[in-house]
Protein backbone atom coordinates (compact mmCIF):
# COMPACT_ATOMS: atom_id res chain seq x y z
CA UNK A 1 0.00 0.00 0.00
CA UNK A 2 3.04 2.28 0.86
CA UNK A 3 4.24 2.36 -2.97
CA UNK A 4 0.76 2.72 -4.47
CA UNK A 5 -0.54 5.56 -2.83
CA UNK A 6 0.20 9.40 -4.40
CA UNK A 7 1.97 10.16 -1.87
CA UNK A 8 3.70 13.55 -2.84
CA UNK A 9 0.17 14.99 -4.43
CA UNK A 10 -1.66 14.32 -0.57
CA UNK A 11 1.02 15.84 1.13
CA UNK A 12 0.71 18.94 -1.14
CA UNK A 13 -3.02 19.44 -0.51
CA UNK A 14 -2.05 18.55 3.15
CA UNK A 15 0.70 21.32 3.58
CA UNK A 16 -1.67 23.52 1.24
CA UNK A 17 -3.86 24.28 4.93
CA UNK A 18 -0.64 24.81 7.05
CA UNK A 19 0.07 28.16 7.91
CA UNK A 20 3.49 28.08 7.30
CA UNK A 21 3.81 31.76 9.26
CA UNK A 22 3.92 30.71 12.74
CA UNK A 23 4.02 27.39 15.06
CA UNK A 24 6.02 24.63 15.65
CA UNK A 25 7.40 22.53 12.54
CA UNK A 26 4.66 20.12 11.61
CA UNK A 27 4.22 16.65 11.48
CA UNK A 28 4.99 15.06 8.47
CA UNK A 29 2.18 14.97 6.21
CA UNK A 30 2.77 11.02 4.86
CA UNK A 31 2.49 10.11 8.60
CA UNK A 32 -0.48 11.95 9.13
CA UNK A 33 -2.34 10.38 6.20
CA UNK A 34 -1.00 7.41 7.08
CA UNK A 35 -2.29 7.49 10.43
CA UNK A 36 -5.38 8.36 9.71
CA UNK A 37 -5.59 5.44 7.07
CA UNK A 38 -4.03 2.64 9.70
CA UNK A 39 -6.83 4.45 12.14
CA UNK A 40 -9.80 4.00 10.22
CA UNK A 41 -9.02 0.79 8.91
CA UNK A 42 -8.88 -0.92 12.12
CA UNK A 43 -11.37 0.83 13.53
CA UNK A 44 -9.11 2.10 16.15
CA UNK A 45 -9.25 4.96 19.15
CA UNK A 46 -7.16 7.30 18.93
CA UNK A 47 -4.70 6.50 21.51
CA UNK A 48 -4.87 2.78 20.05
CA UNK A 49 -4.07 3.79 16.74
CA UNK A 50 -0.49 5.59 18.18
CA UNK A 51 0.33 2.50 20.80
CA UNK A 52 -0.38 -0.03 17.58
CA UNK A 53 2.34 1.81 15.48
CA UNK A 54 4.70 2.36 17.95
CA UNK A 55 4.58 -1.65 18.57
CA UNK A 56 5.10 -2.44 14.83
CA UNK A 57 7.84 -1.73 11.77
CA UNK A 58 5.61 -2.76 9.52
CA UNK A 59 3.28 -0.15 9.77
CA UNK A 60 5.88 2.40 10.47
CA UNK A 61 7.28 1.62 7.03
CA UNK A 62 4.16 1.83 5.15
CA UNK A 63 4.80 5.70 7.10
CA UNK A 64 7.82 6.01 5.15
CA UNK A 65 9.86 6.10 8.52
CA UNK A 66 13.27 4.52 7.72
CA UNK A 67 14.19 4.40 11.65
CA UNK A 68 12.12 2.37 13.89
CA UNK A 69 10.48 4.82 16.69
CA UNK A 70 9.47 3.00 19.70
CA UNK A 71 7.21 6.37 21.22
CA UNK A 72 4.23 7.49 20.30
CA UNK A 73 4.65 9.58 16.52
CA UNK A 74 2.61 12.83 17.86
CA UNK A 75 -0.17 13.70 20.76
CA UNK A 76 -3.50 11.74 20.17
CA UNK A 77 -5.17 15.30 20.35
CA UNK A 78 -3.89 15.73 17.21
CA UNK A 79 -6.27 13.84 15.64
CA UNK A 80 -9.22 16.30 16.47
CA UNK A 81 -6.79 19.37 15.05
CA UNK A 82 -6.50 17.27 11.79
CA UNK A 83 -9.68 16.84 10.83
CA UNK A 84 -10.68 20.29 11.86
CA UNK A 85 -7.90 21.50 9.63
CA UNK A 86 -8.75 19.03 6.22
CA UNK A 87 -12.53 18.72 6.78
CA UNK A 88 -14.41 17.07 3.82
CA UNK A 89 -13.41 19.29 1.40
CA UNK A 90 -9.46 18.25 1.63
CA UNK A 91 -10.38 13.98 1.99
CA UNK A 92 -12.63 14.96 -1.24
CA UNK A 93 -9.38 16.00 -3.09
CA UNK A 94 -7.61 13.67 -1.71
CA UNK A 95 -10.00 10.49 -3.30
CA UNK A 96 -9.99 12.66 -6.73
CA UNK A 97 -5.78 12.48 -6.68
CA UNK A 98 -6.36 8.53 -5.94
CA UNK A 99 -8.99 8.11 -8.58
CA UNK A 100 -6.65 9.90 -11.01
CA UNK A 101 -4.18 7.30 -10.49
CA UNK A 102 -6.14 4.41 -10.43
CA UNK A 103 -7.55 6.32 -14.27
CA UNK A 104 -4.66 8.12 -15.59
CA UNK A 105 -5.34 10.56 -18.64
CA UNK A 106 -5.06 8.77 -22.25
CA UNK A 107 -2.87 10.38 -24.38
CA UNK A 108 -5.13 10.40 -27.41
CA UNK A 109 -8.87 12.50 -26.59
CA UNK A 110 -10.33 12.20 -30.47
CA UNK A 111 -13.08 11.05 -29.10
CA UNK A 112 -12.99 13.40 -25.60
CA UNK A 113 -16.44 14.03 -26.51
CA UNK A 114 -18.06 10.84 -26.47
CA UNK A 115 -19.88 9.74 -22.95
CA UNK A 116 -17.86 6.69 -21.64
CA UNK A 117 -18.26 4.76 -18.17
CA UNK A 118 -21.44 4.31 -15.59
CA UNK A 119 -21.69 5.98 -12.81
CA UNK A 120 -23.59 4.91 -9.65
CA UNK A 121 -25.43 7.10 -7.24
CA UNK A 122 -27.53 7.22 -4.16
CA UNK A 123 -27.99 8.81 -0.41
CA UNK A 124 -27.45 7.61 2.89
CA UNK A 125 -26.89 8.78 5.98
CA UNK A 126 -23.76 8.92 8.45
CA UNK A 127 -24.99 8.14 11.98
CA UNK A 128 -23.37 9.94 15.07
CA UNK A 129 -22.44 8.10 18.06
CA UNK A 130 -25.62 9.68 19.94
CA UNK A 131 -28.02 8.22 22.21
CA UNK A 132 -31.54 7.24 20.28
CA UNK A 133 -33.10 11.16 22.22
CA UNK A 134 -36.50 11.23 22.95
CA UNK A 135 -37.90 14.17 24.08
CA UNK A 136 -38.17 13.04 27.71
CA UNK A 137 -34.62 12.75 28.56
CA UNK A 138 -33.39 15.72 26.15
CA UNK A 139 -35.83 18.05 28.56
CA UNK A 140 -34.73 16.29 31.53
CA UNK A 141 -30.77 16.67 29.69
CA UNK A 142 -31.59 20.00 29.40
CA UNK A 143 -32.78 21.23 33.03
CA UNK A 144 -29.18 19.67 34.06
CA UNK A 145 -26.98 21.66 31.92
CA UNK A 146 -28.84 24.78 33.32
CA UNK A 147 -28.69 23.48 36.64
CA UNK A 148 -24.39 23.12 35.83
CA UNK A 149 -24.67 26.82 34.51
CA UNK A 150 -26.13 28.02 37.87
CA UNK A 151 -23.82 26.67 39.81
CA UNK A 152 -21.15 27.86 37.80
CA UNK A 153 -22.43 31.41 37.76
CA UNK A 154 -23.31 30.89 41.81
CA UNK A 155 -19.66 30.13 42.73
CA UNK A 156 -18.44 33.08 41.04
CA UNK A 157 -21.14 35.54 42.31
CA UNK A 158 -20.99 34.44 45.82
CA UNK A 159 -22.09 35.62 49.21
CA UNK A 160 -25.97 36.62 46.86
CA UNK A 161 -28.67 33.96 46.96
CA UNK A 162 -28.49 30.82 45.06
CA UNK A 163 -31.73 30.37 42.60
CA UNK A 164 -34.23 27.89 43.26
CA UNK A 165 -33.96 25.01 41.52
CA UNK A 166 -35.99 22.18 42.83
CA UNK A 167 -33.49 19.54 41.34
CA UNK A 168 -34.16 16.63 43.54
CA UNK A 169 -37.95 16.82 43.01
CA UNK A 170 -37.64 17.20 39.62
CA UNK A 171 -35.47 14.69 38.44
CA UNK A 172 -37.56 12.42 41.24
CA UNK A 173 -40.54 13.40 39.01
CA UNK A 174 -38.30 12.27 35.84
CA UNK A 175 -37.27 9.16 37.01
CA UNK A 176 -40.76 8.30 38.31
CA UNK A 177 -41.19 8.25 34.18
CA UNK A 178 -38.36 6.90 32.77
CA UNK A 179 -38.07 3.78 34.41
CA UNK A 180 -41.60 2.76 33.60
CA UNK A 181 -41.52 0.05 30.76
CA UNK A 182 -44.96 0.96 29.73
CA UNK A 183 -45.54 4.70 29.74
CA UNK A 184 -48.82 6.32 28.64
CA UNK A 185 -48.95 9.52 26.55
CA UNK A 186 -50.95 11.33 29.11
CA UNK A 187 -47.87 10.25 32.02
CA UNK A 188 -45.19 11.66 29.21
CA UNK A 189 -46.89 15.08 28.83
CA UNK A 190 -47.07 15.26 32.47
CA UNK A 191 -43.81 15.12 33.41
CA UNK A 192 -42.61 17.09 30.36
CA UNK A 193 -44.85 19.99 30.71
CA UNK A 194 -43.41 19.97 34.39
CA UNK A 195 -39.69 19.53 33.21
CA UNK A 196 -39.79 22.85 30.41
CA UNK A 197 -41.57 24.70 33.90
CA UNK A 198 -38.27 23.91 35.44
CA UNK A 199 -35.67 24.64 32.53
CA UNK A 200 -37.41 27.80 31.76
CA UNK A 201 -37.09 28.77 35.39
CA UNK A 202 -33.44 27.97 35.17
CA UNK A 203 -33.03 30.16 31.92
CA UNK A 204 -34.78 33.21 33.83
CA UNK A 205 -32.79 32.55 36.60
CA UNK A 206 -29.44 32.30 34.30
CA UNK A 207 -30.29 35.59 32.71
CA UNK A 208 -31.06 37.32 35.96
CA UNK A 209 -27.44 36.51 37.39
CA UNK A 210 -25.92 37.37 33.98
CA UNK A 211 -27.20 40.60 35.00
CA UNK A 212 -25.47 40.86 37.62
CA UNK A 213 -21.49 40.92 35.51
CA UNK A 214 -20.11 44.10 34.12
CA UNK A 215 -20.05 44.02 30.45
CA UNK A 216 -16.35 43.05 30.26
CA UNK A 217 -16.83 40.96 32.86
CA UNK A 218 -18.50 37.64 31.00
CA UNK A 219 -18.43 34.97 32.82
CA UNK A 220 -19.18 32.05 30.67
CA UNK A 221 -16.72 30.76 28.15
CA UNK A 222 -17.71 29.66 24.57
CA UNK A 223 -18.93 25.93 25.09
CA UNK A 224 -21.22 27.69 27.90
CA UNK A 225 -22.40 30.30 25.83
CA UNK A 226 -23.06 28.01 22.98
CA UNK A 227 -24.78 25.35 25.33
CA UNK A 228 -27.04 28.59 26.50
CA UNK A 229 -28.06 29.29 22.98
CA UNK A 230 -29.09 25.62 22.41
CA UNK A 231 -30.68 25.06 26.09
CA UNK A 232 -32.78 28.15 24.99
CA UNK A 233 -33.61 26.93 21.04
CA UNK A 234 -33.93 23.70 23.00
CA UNK A 235 -36.75 25.02 25.15
CA UNK A 236 -38.79 26.46 22.32
CA UNK A 237 -38.99 23.82 19.92
CA UNK A 238 -40.04 21.45 22.89
CA UNK A 239 -42.41 24.02 23.95
CA UNK A 240 -44.14 24.36 20.61
CA UNK A 241 -44.45 20.73 20.30
CA UNK A 242 -45.99 20.06 23.68
CA UNK A 243 -48.42 23.32 23.12
CA UNK A 244 -49.51 21.78 19.45
CA UNK A 245 -49.70 18.47 20.41
CA UNK A 246 -46.92 17.67 17.61
CA UNK A 247 -43.84 15.54 17.37
CA UNK A 248 -42.11 17.60 14.92
CA UNK A 249 -40.42 20.96 14.47
CA UNK A 250 -37.94 22.51 12.05
CA UNK A 251 -34.46 22.29 13.01
CA UNK A 252 -34.90 19.98 15.69
CA UNK A 253 -32.28 19.72 17.85
CA UNK A 254 -31.64 15.69 19.16
CA UNK A 255 -28.64 16.19 21.04
CA UNK A 256 -27.73 18.87 23.43
CA UNK A 257 -23.59 18.38 22.56
CA UNK A 258 -24.11 17.67 19.16
CA UNK A 259 -26.82 20.37 18.01
CA UNK A 260 -26.28 20.38 14.38
CA UNK A 261 -27.36 16.79 14.39
CA UNK A 262 -30.58 16.56 12.75
CA UNK A 263 -32.83 13.80 12.40
CA UNK A 264 -33.19 12.02 8.51
CA UNK A 265 -36.42 9.66 8.05
CA UNK A 266 -35.36 7.24 5.63
CA UNK A 267 -36.89 3.75 4.62
CA UNK A 268 -37.81 1.79 1.97
CA UNK A 269 -40.85 -0.47 1.09
CA UNK A 270 -43.18 0.91 3.07
CA UNK A 271 -41.23 0.78 6.23
CA UNK A 272 -39.93 4.30 7.28
CA UNK A 273 -37.10 4.80 10.00
CA UNK A 274 -35.29 8.28 11.78
CA UNK A 275 -31.41 8.04 11.27
CA UNK A 276 -29.28 10.55 13.22
CA UNK A 277 -26.55 12.38 11.13
CA UNK A 278 -25.52 14.05 8.21
CA UNK A 279 -26.97 12.67 4.96
CA UNK A 280 -24.62 12.31 1.83
CA UNK A 281 -24.86 11.71 -1.62
CA UNK A 282 -22.22 9.23 -2.58
CA UNK A 283 -21.29 8.65 -6.41
CA UNK A 284 -19.58 5.50 -7.19
CA UNK A 285 -17.23 5.08 -10.27
CA UNK A 286 -15.83 1.89 -11.26
CA UNK A 287 -15.95 0.83 -7.21
CA UNK A 288 -14.30 4.31 -6.38
CA UNK A 289 -16.66 6.73 -3.85
CA UNK A 290 -16.57 10.55 -3.63
CA UNK A 291 -19.07 12.39 -1.64
CA UNK A 292 -20.76 15.06 -3.62
CA UNK A 293 -23.28 16.19 -1.20
CA UNK A 294 -22.91 16.65 2.85
CA UNK A 295 -26.11 17.89 4.31
CA UNK A 296 -27.17 17.79 8.06
CA UNK A 297 -30.78 19.29 6.70
CA UNK A 298 -32.82 16.20 5.23
CA UNK A 299 -32.83 17.08 1.50
CA UNK A 300 -34.28 15.27 -2.12
CA UNK A 301 -31.42 13.26 -2.99
CA UNK A 302 -33.05 13.69 -6.70
CA UNK A 303 -31.51 17.47 -6.91
CA UNK A 304 -27.75 15.92 -6.51
CA UNK A 305 -27.62 13.52 -10.18
CA UNK A 306 -26.40 16.49 -12.00
CA UNK A 307 -23.90 17.85 -9.36
CA UNK A 308 -22.92 13.95 -9.67
CA UNK A 309 -22.42 14.03 -13.20
CA UNK A 310 -20.62 17.20 -13.37
CA UNK A 311 -18.20 15.94 -10.86
CA UNK A 312 -17.72 12.95 -13.27
CA UNK A 313 -16.79 14.78 -15.92
CA UNK A 314 -14.31 17.02 -13.96
CA UNK A 315 -12.09 14.11 -13.46
CA UNK A 316 -12.45 11.81 -16.66
CA UNK A 317 -13.24 14.64 -19.76
CA UNK A 318 -16.53 13.36 -19.96
CA UNK A 319 -20.21 12.59 -19.30
CA UNK A 320 -21.50 9.01 -17.88
CA UNK A 321 -23.03 6.77 -20.64
CA UNK A 322 -25.12 5.50 -18.04
CA UNK A 323 -25.85 6.40 -14.60
CA UNK A 324 -27.44 3.97 -12.89
CA UNK A 325 -29.83 5.09 -10.40
CA UNK A 326 -33.46 4.15 -8.12
CA UNK A 327 -36.71 5.82 -9.10
CA UNK A 328 -36.25 8.97 -7.14
CA UNK A 329 -34.05 10.59 -8.82
CA UNK A 330 -35.99 10.20 -12.18
CA UNK A 331 -37.49 13.11 -12.38
CA UNK A 332 -38.78 14.87 -15.25
CA UNK A 333 -35.74 17.47 -15.04
CA UNK A 334 -32.78 14.92 -14.51
CA UNK A 335 -34.48 13.35 -17.49
CA UNK A 336 -34.22 16.01 -19.49
CA UNK A 337 -31.11 17.05 -18.48
CA UNK A 338 -29.62 13.23 -18.99
CA UNK A 339 -31.26 13.37 -22.61
CA UNK A 340 -29.90 16.87 -23.81
CA UNK A 341 -26.18 15.42 -22.46
CA UNK A 342 -26.86 11.98 -24.46
CA UNK A 343 -26.95 10.37 -20.81
CA UNK A 344 -28.56 6.99 -20.40
CA UNK A 345 -30.78 6.59 -17.12
CA UNK A 346 -32.08 3.34 -15.54
CA UNK A 347 -35.41 4.63 -15.05
CA UNK A 348 -38.45 3.52 -16.82
CA UNK A 349 -39.54 5.57 -19.82
CA UNK A 350 -42.69 7.84 -19.34
CA UNK A 351 -45.52 7.38 -22.26
CA UNK A 352 -46.93 4.10 -23.70
CA UNK A 353 -44.25 1.30 -23.10
CA UNK A 354 -42.30 0.02 -26.02
CA UNK A 355 -41.85 -3.95 -26.69
CA UNK A 356 -38.80 -5.10 -26.33
CA UNK A 357 -36.66 -7.84 -27.16
CA UNK A 358 -35.33 -10.61 -24.86
CA UNK A 359 -31.53 -9.13 -24.74
CA UNK A 360 -32.94 -5.69 -24.38
CA UNK A 361 -35.01 -6.73 -21.30
CA UNK A 362 -31.73 -8.75 -20.20
CA UNK A 363 -29.66 -5.65 -20.75
CA UNK A 364 -31.56 -3.29 -18.51
CA UNK A 365 -32.42 -5.71 -16.18
CA UNK A 366 -28.92 -5.92 -15.71
CA UNK A 367 -27.90 -2.48 -15.75
CA UNK A 368 -30.58 -1.57 -12.93
CA UNK A 369 -29.30 -4.43 -10.31
CA UNK A 370 -25.40 -2.98 -11.05
CA UNK A 371 -26.65 -0.19 -8.95
CA UNK A 372 -26.44 -3.02 -5.98
CA UNK A 373 -22.71 -1.64 -5.85
CA UNK A 374 -23.02 1.28 -4.53
CA UNK A 375 -25.37 -0.37 -1.88
CA UNK A 376 -22.36 -3.04 -1.21
CA UNK A 377 -20.28 -0.03 -0.70
CA UNK A 378 -22.48 1.61 1.94
CA UNK A 379 -22.20 -1.36 3.93
CA UNK A 380 -18.82 -1.96 3.34
CA UNK A 381 -18.31 1.69 4.48
CA UNK A 382 -20.81 1.24 7.97
CA UNK A 383 -20.11 -2.43 8.75
CA UNK A 384 -16.34 -2.53 8.10
CA UNK A 385 -15.41 1.05 8.95
CA UNK A 386 -18.17 2.40 11.32
CA UNK A 387 -19.88 4.90 8.65
CA UNK A 388 -22.58 4.26 11.40
CA UNK A 389 -20.71 5.30 14.23
CA UNK A 390 -19.53 8.84 13.74
CA UNK A 391 -17.66 9.22 16.65
CA UNK A 392 -16.47 13.24 16.36
CA UNK A 393 -18.59 15.39 18.47
CA UNK A 394 -17.76 19.10 16.42
CA UNK A 395 -19.46 19.71 13.00
CA UNK A 396 -16.42 20.14 10.81
CA UNK A 397 -14.45 16.86 12.82
CA UNK A 398 -17.41 14.90 12.17
CA UNK A 399 -17.90 15.75 8.42
CA UNK A 400 -13.67 14.68 8.12
CA UNK A 401 -14.49 11.65 9.75
CA UNK A 402 -16.51 10.60 7.13
CA UNK A 403 -14.52 12.16 4.57
CA UNK A 404 -11.63 10.12 5.94
CA UNK A 405 -13.88 7.04 5.83
CA UNK A 406 -14.80 7.27 2.04
CA UNK A 407 -10.92 8.38 1.34
CA UNK A 408 -9.71 4.62 3.39
CA UNK A 409 -11.96 2.71 1.06
CA UNK A 410 -10.84 4.51 -2.04
CA UNK A 411 -6.77 3.34 -1.06
CA UNK A 412 -7.75 0.17 -0.52
CA UNK A 413 -9.57 -0.14 -3.40
CA UNK A 414 -6.49 1.55 -5.56
CA UNK A 415 -4.15 -1.30 -3.68
CA UNK A 416 -6.85 -4.05 -4.75
CA UNK A 417 -6.78 -3.03 -8.30
CA UNK A 418 -2.58 -3.01 -8.32
CA UNK A 419 -2.72 -7.00 -7.05
CA UNK A 420 -2.85 -6.26 -3.05
CA UNK A 421 -5.82 -8.29 -1.10
CA UNK A 422 -7.62 -7.05 2.23
Known amino acids: MGQVGPWDTLASIYHNKLDRTMGRKSVNARVVIGTLIIKHKLNLTDEETLQIIS ?18 LFSPSLFVEIRKRLGEESFDEFNKAVIRVAFPPKESQADEQKNKGKLQIDATVADQYIKYPNDLDLVNKAREEGEKLIDHLYKILQPAVKPRTYRKVARQRYLSVAKKKKKTTMEIRKVIRYLLNALNRNLKSISKMLDEFEPGNFPLNKKQQKTLMVLHTL ?6 MY ?54 EAYNESK ?3 RQAEAYKAIFGYYPELIQADKIYATNQNRKWCKQNNIRLTAKPKGKS ?16 ER ?12 GYRLNEVKAKLKDTSEGWIGVIIFVLNVIKLAQINGLTF
Not at 55 to 68: A, I, T
Not at 235 to 240: A, G, M
Open 304 to 306: DLQ
Open 372 to 383: NHIEGKFGQAKQ
Open 243 to 296: DQKKNTVAHRIVSISQPHVRPIVRGKMGKKGVEFGAKIGLSLMDGFARVNTLSW
Open 354 to 369: IEKTYREKKKEKQEFN
Open 235 to 240: YEQQKE
Open 55 to 72: ENPYMQFFLGLDVFHPDS
